[in-house]
């Protein structure tokens, strides 16, 4: 279909400048010049086979009108994209067809990048990663080794979360309500050897430094609870009547140590085979075997309280009194000492307990509803029934218990977090060989450098065999077996999770080619770090906190300069489908970014994400919405372009003063807008100066220069177009970013309030530049002012800009 010369056509127009910017590779970074750096990412995806979702343009867009608006801005901007893409559906698919994963996701990233580049993203494609790719896989088991070296990854035998269904175990961070992040299939805990690495070593920086970074209140406090930190102290009980036996419990609360009636030991606690009474040993293991089939989250929840008696009595040290030990499932073995002092007068779950097996409730603090049988009383006091605490409020008692306890050797100040190592081995196939081989007594050793990368042998079957053998046991012997430091070992078979390539991929973005080494330490002084990060808030504790947590290491091992990878993090807001709900298949209500690019054009698609509402906001999406943005979109190009395909005579014309104000007050709008990445209202200013302009006889080149370059971050493809038009011969994308003159965007008229003798009289309305004779006229004139001077004398008259006249009579 031929079209009329003067018609807007986008398929022309994208195609077009697509081809101009890849083929000329109009933004390839260089670390050459003396420009400022700015490094702008997003998270990069998943190349599912499902292709791309609107929501990933939705950060997608955000970030690129943010690098080009940073490069007219002057910035030399680092923007790159890349392929986050060991995962699970490449390996079922290969379970289900036998295609090798790497065939999979060779074909998904080639239509994910087709459908980013159709989008007009300005990325510097010469950066490209994809985390499956032998070059990068190759450094982050360099990573790894760097870790194991300084003890930060270890092999652990201890209960893991194990998924049946997905035949490998997960990371607390997966595991969510009991149920796998994927696919929301159950978790069981079960011992086997796993690897396993040191976050909790970082637990108080991870925490500290939260403080530094620009980001989102909520994820901050996400991962401030996920780390989990409180402070309290370590009590030690000693067993009644049994020499040499002793626990310890943790204690936020050492402050109600009187208030102690009993104590609680995990069932799981290794104490309870000692010490449970003979004739109550049948229940207690019932009790322990029911408690191992329960969820932590589980246990924690339940409010009915359940539990058993051991028989045995443990004696509070500060007032010697022997009181009952019990086992019960909601004290967990992995958290403090896996024990518990109970305060029920003070704390709802021991008071729960009490309730239900009848025991004393003793009251320490002052305060709450009054009838502590009937409700523990959680908050502040005074103290009393506490010996020497008496009198004292909450805080100084707890430090003076703390101290007491230090002074008589029965405890100290102690620091918990909730935080857990980070379980770091899965039993797949398509991830990350862990380069490590064990000797024949079982001693872990690494592969050397100069070895790596470990390769993924090809297998005949990817299938995990569900008993938690990984598919890599499976492995031809050659591959299996290696030799170490002159002895005969056998290769780890588990493989990363899926983490392990998004903790550094930022890194390697700045040098992304270098064959001998992870990244060049200049570069990376030069570019990190990220300036700004835009993704999803549902990585808080996982890839936000992992990613913290290596850079940490990183940093420690002076191989990064900075404490935090990531300065500004923003998430977009979530696009539901068109009736309000989660876009999902099974909803039938999910919207094709291929569809909309091909019907309306990639600016049109770029201007209604970023026009549906402010970027963190949760929004539907609406396809009148779009119409309305393709209308400006076509309403702006045929301001330039006449219907012969010309250059429309309104362009050259002159500006008048009033459009002149309108120019310089929409520059100062969008160019703050933008900056503070409020481009929905940005687009707003916009979408009102082309109205306007449709009413003026002409704009004038210098507004018309203006607005496009204006609208080239939003709509870069219409942008170049008009720039062209123009009689530019180089593309905008480098071009200095308009300025406003400040005198021209302040506000019309300002506000006088009139007093005579100081009271007021009237209120006036004058331009900002008006002098003060001009205002003390107009001032005068009015009826409610005159009628007060008329007759009187003068005796001063004064104007305090833009604010107050006073005239002074007598
Ligand atoms: C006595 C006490 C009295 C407590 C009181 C609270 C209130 P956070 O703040 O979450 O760290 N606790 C200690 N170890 C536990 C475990 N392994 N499983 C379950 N609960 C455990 O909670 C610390 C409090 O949780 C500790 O302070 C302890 O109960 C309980 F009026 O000790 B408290």
């Given at each position: ?245 002793s626990f310890k419990v943790f204690t936020t609360r050492p402050d109600t ?332 209500n999910v919207v094709n970014p291929d569809d909309v690019v091909g019907e ?211």
């Open positions: 279909m031929t079209q009329a010369p003067g018609t807007y056509d986008h398929r022309t127009i994208e195609a077009k400048w697509q081809q101009y910017w890849l083929s000329r590779k109009t933004f390839k970074t260089t670390a050459e010049g003396a420009k400022p750096k700015y490094y702008i990412l997003d998270m990069f995806p998943y190349p599912s086979g499902d292709g791309l979702h609107v929501g990933h343009p939705e950060g997608y867009t955000a970030t690129d009108i943010m690098a080009r608006f940073k490069r007219m801005r002057g910035f030399n901007v680092l923007h790159p994209m890349g392929w986050d893409a060991f995962g699970l559906p490449a390996e079922q698919h290969a379970v289900r067809t036998g295609t090798h994963p790497r065939a999979t996701t060779v074909k998904n990233i080639t239509r994910f990048r087709q459908q980013i580049q159709s989008l007009g993203l300005s990325y510097d494609w010469d950066r490209e990663i994809d985390t499956t790719d032998e070059g990068y896989c190759k450094w982050t088991q360099w990573i790894f080794l760097k870790l194991f070296e300084r003890g930060l990854a270890y092999e652990s035998f201890a209960p893991v979360n194990w998924c049946q269904e997905l035949g490998t175990v997960l990371a607390n961070e997966e595991v969510i309500d009991g149920k796998s992040e994927v696919g929301g299939f159950p978790v069981t805990k079960r011992p086997m050897r796993q690897w396993v690495l040191k976050i909790t070593a970082y637990a108080e920086r991870l925490l500290q430094d939260l403080d530094e970074l620009d980001w989102p209140d909520a994820i901050k406090e996400q991962q401030r609870n996920w780390i989990g930190k409180s402070v309290g102290a370590t009590v030690t009980f000693d067993v009644d009547g049994q020499q040499g036996l140590l009187f208030g102690a009636t009993f104590v609680v030991l995990s069932p799981e606690h290794p104490l309870v085979a000692k010490i449970v009474a003979p004739q109550l040993q049948t229940k207690v293991e019932a009790y322990i075997q029911s408690a191992q089939r329960k969820s932590d989250r589980d246990r924690l929840a339940t409010t009915d309280k359940s539990g058993e008696f051991t028989g045995a009595s443990a004696i509070n040290p500060v007032n010697g009194e022997a009181i009952p030990i019990y086992i019960a499932d909601y004290v967990l073995m992995s958290y403090g000492h896996g024990a518990i002092m109970a305060v029920p007068a003070h704390d709802d779950r021991d008071h729960a307990f009490a309730r239900k097996f009848n025991l004393p409730i003793r009251r320490v603090l002052t305060g709450g509803l009054g009838d502590i049988e009937a409700e523990a009383h959680c908050g502040d006091g005074t103290l009393v029934n506490s010996g020497f605490l008496n009198g004292k409020d909450k805080a100084e008692a707890i430090q003076a218990m703390t101290d007491w306890l230090v002074r008589e050797g029965r405890g100290e100040a102690q620091v918990t977090y909730k935080l857990r190592d980070w379980l770091f081995s899965r039993q797949r196939y398509w991830g990350e060989p862990i380069p490590i081989a064990h000797d024949m007594d079982g001693r872990p050793l690494p592969i050397p450098e100069k070895d790596l990368p470990v390769r993924l042998p090809p297998l005949e079957d990817y299938k995990p065999t569900g008993g938690g053998e990984p598919p890599l046991a499976r492995a031809p012997e050659s591959w299996l077996n290696v030799e170490l430091q002159g002895k005969p070992c056998r290769r780890e078979t588990n493989v990363m999770p899926q983490w392990a390539g998004s903790c550094w991929y930022y890194l390697r973005f700045i040098d992304p080619r270098n064959p001998a080494k992870a990244w060049d330490e200049k570069l990376e002084r030069q570019f990190m770090p990220v300036d700004l990060y835009v993704g999803g808030a549902e990585h808080a504790v996982l890839h936000l906190l992992y990613a913290r947590f290596w850079h940490k290491v990183l940093y420690d091992m002076d191989l990064v300069s900075t404490k935090e990878p990531f300065k500004k993090l923003v998430n977009q807001g979530m696009i539901l489908g068109e009736n309000g709900e989660k876009m999902s298949k099974s909803r039938g309306w054009g990639a600016d049109s698609f770029r201007l209604y994400e970023m026009f549906m509402g402010p970027l963190e906001a949760t929004k539907p999406w609406q396809t009148n919405g779009i119409v309305g943005c393709n209308r400006f979109v076509k309403r702006a190009y045929r301001l330039f372009v006449g219907e012969d395909g010309a250059l429309s005579t309104g362009v050259s014309g002159t500006t008048s003063e009033t459009f002149r104000r309108l120019l310089h007050k929409t520059i100062k709008k969008v160019t703050d807008d933008t900056e503070g990445l409020r481009f929905n209202t940005a687009i707003a200013a916009m979408m009102e100066f082309v109205n306007a302009a449709y009413r003026e006889e002409s704009m004038g080149r210098e507004a018309a220069q203006s607005f496009v370059l204006l609208l080239a971050p939003y709509a870069p493809h219409l942008a170049e177009d008009l720039w062209e038009r123009l009689g530019h011969r180089e593309t905008l994308a480098y071009h200095p970013w308009p300025s406003y003159d400040a005198t021209l965007v302040a506000d019309d008229t300002l506000t006088v309030t009139v007093q005579v003798n100081g009271k007021l009289r009237g209120i006036i309305q004058v331009s900002p530049v008006a002098d003060k004779v001009l205002v003390l006229s107009q001032a005068k004139e009015l009826e409610g002012v005159a009628r007060y001077l008329d007759g009187k004398n003068l005796l001063k008259e004064i104007y305090v800009p833009g604010k107050i006249v006073n005239f002074v009579v007598s």
